[in-house]
């Protein structure tokens, strides 16, 4: 084993290898390369781990189930101010559910 590597999980269904631990990301990678194996990081993440699943090229067909491509603009914008939807929900009430401001 190496140093900071807690665990190795190799799932062979999806051709994946997880490295858990205190580990550089980008050693491990070229460890593995230098063994002559292909290797790339895992370009998935689950899709309930991201604010918008389904924008222009974080969906992927050939995404194993329950994950979609990790791309910037599935993720939220950290410079984004909080709160910035939240005026919605003041457009539509429970007690008039006739009423609503959207025009």
Known sequence: TYAGVKSV???RKQS???????VEPNKV????LRTGKKAEFW????YNLVA???VAGAYDKKAPSGYVRNVVQAL???SAPTGAGEH????????????CSVM
Do not use: A
């Open 52 to 54: 918008y699943p389904y």
């Open 88 to 99: 919605f929900t003041t457009m539509f009430s429970d007690d008039n559910p006739n009423g």
């Open 9 to 11: 999980e190799v799932i």
């Open 29 to 32: 990678l070229k460890k593995i």
């Open 16 to 22: 994946r290898v997880v490295v858990t631990g205190h």
């Open 76 to 78: 939220p914008n950290p």
């Open 43 to 46: 370009p998935y993440v689950q």
